[in-house]
């Protein structure tokens, strides 16, 4: 008896892989550190922290390893940006939360998530955009709705992919966006 | 022969004597494109002594307000008219607001959007549609609204009408922004055909047509007799003169090319100043 070998998803000619790779740029996350906080002590104690109360109600830190800065509030949530990965991010959220506790607050590390994934690559050739009002914005702001990510695409060839809780979302808008550029390939 | 009902304003009679008032029978001009008829009538103030009661205030003071429903839209005219008014912009393109903007107001999406903001995109529309943009920066500049809340309302508009509109072209900038500066003919001619060059040998992709239009006319001054700084051009252009330089960068190299066939050269192409 024959059994065909059918494929999973159907290939179609069109859509053969870019071979392009969206990088990750910037991952946003919070976590919960379940104890009120007094942010001045932290302000004053803490290296590298910033609190000017009067403009914004959270003490600002960063460390230099993953890179990153963090809000912290004094409900004892924080949110955690730019970092390159999502293991990053949670290594750096771990991070502050250890500054907080070694100052004497009895800091957890609750409901870690991460809010936004931003990636951005290039398609290599020049696009051309209908439809973009170059006063306002030099790109084109194209919302897709399955994923449900932001693409920014510019006349250079270079694509900002944003709103992505996985990495998964990201990729997949590329594989999606990727042959309807092709179509709009400049001609030179 | 037919008899068509004249409804614009009572035809004036002009007396010798301009001291008598020129009473109009007939009330002002009808707007039924815009105003939904605009039939109610106001109490005028009084002239005889019987209107004024006993402390010298006019009897019945009260000019009540007429067509309340449609006030805010009146007003968004005056202040359509106002704004137009700043720029010389001509009748077709303030009529073209109004309708723009009734249609916008009878539609209510936009609701929310302070009527200022909608009116000084739907002149920002009309312009465009009218084949004369004007940048959002001129329009910023007889409105009180921010640039970022014109833009906003100007995506909103396009998007509730159904409408879009033509990409701007350097072209339609040329001839206002040569003749604010008081550039010749001559000039202009050239730099529309530096800019048509430039965008058509896409050596300046990505760039605002506004900045290519300001360098291809910061070029064509440099080489003619009437020459003009950077920065005057980009006072006219609303452009920063970095920018100029950024865009002037790019079509330098093929300066050559760009100029028409029967530029008359005052300055040299190779004695250009190069930034």
């Given at each position: 008896p024959l059994t065909p070998m059918t494929p999973m998803t159907p290939v179609t000619p069109a859509s053969e892989s870019s071979g392009i790779v969206p990088q990750l740029q910037n991952i946003v996350s919070t976590v919960n550190l379940a104890c009120k906080l007094d942010l001045k002590n932290i302000a004053l104690h803490a290296r590298n922290a910033e609190y000017n109360p009067k403009r914004f109600a959270a003490v600002i830190m960063r460390i230099r390893e993953p890179r990153t800065t963090a809000l912290i509030f004094s409900s004892g949530k924080m949110v955690c940006t730019g970092a390159k990965s999502e293991e990053q991010s949670r290594l750096a959220a771990r991070k502050y939360a250890r500054v907080v506790q070694k100052l004497g607050f009895p800091a957890k590390f609750l409901d870690?998530?991460?809010q936004n994934m931003v990636g951005s690559c290039d398609v290599r050739f020049p696009i051309r955009l209908e439809g973009y009002e170059p006063e306002l914005f030099p790109g084109l702001i194209y919302r897709m709705v399955k994923p449900r990510i932001v693409l920014l695409i510019f006349v250079s060839g270079k694509v900002v992919l944003t709103g992505a809780k996985e990495r998964s979302e990201i990729y997949e808008a590329f594989e999606n966006i990727y042959p309807i550029l092709k179509g709009f390939k400049k001609a030179s | 022969g037919d008899r068509v009902i004249d409804v614009g304003s009572e035809w004036r009679t002009f007396s010798n004597d301009k001291a008598t008032k020129d009473p109009s029978?007939?009330?002002?001009?009808?707007n039924p494109l815009l105003s939904d008829g605009d039939l109610s009538t106001m109490i005028g103030k009084g002239t005889g002594?019987?209107?004024?009661d006993e402390f010298g205030n006019s009897k019945y003071q009260n000019r009540r307000t007429m067509s309340s429903s449609d006030r805010a839209m009146v007003n968004a005219f005056k202040e359509i008219t106002n704004m137009a008014d700043r720029i010389n912009l001509p009748r077709n393109i303030v009529d073209r607001t109004n309708n723009l903007f009734k249609q916008v107001y009878e539609q209510k999406s936009l609701k929310g959007r302070s009527n200022d903001a909608i009116a000084s995109a739907c002149l920002y529309i009309a312009c465009r549609q009218e084949g004369v943009p004007r940048t959002f920066k001129e329009i910023c500049a007889v409105s009180r609204i921010s640039k970022k809340e014109i833009g906003r309302c100007f995506k909103l508009i396009l998007k509730a009408l159904e409408t879009s509109v033509d990409l701007i072209t350097t072209g339609d900038f040329m001839s206002r922004f040569c003749s604010n500066l008081g550039l010749p003919k001559q000039v202009q001619m050239a730099a529309t055909h530096i800019a048509r060059k430039a965008v058509e040998l896409d050596l300046?992709?990505?760039?605002?047509p506004i900045s290519v239009a300001a360098a291809a006319i910061y070029m064509a001054s440099q080489a003619s007799a009437e020459k003009r700084t950077q920065k005057e051009i980009g006072d006219i252009a609303g452009v920063a003169d970095v920018t100029i330089r950024q865009s002037y960068r790019l079509i330098y190299p093929r300066a050559p090319d760009l100029f028409p066939a029967d530029f008359k050269f005052d300055t040299p192409v190779d004695k250009l100043p190069q930034l």
């Open positions: 870690f998530k991460i | 029978r007939v009330g002002d001009t009808q002594a019987a209107s004024f300046v992709p990505g760039r605002s």
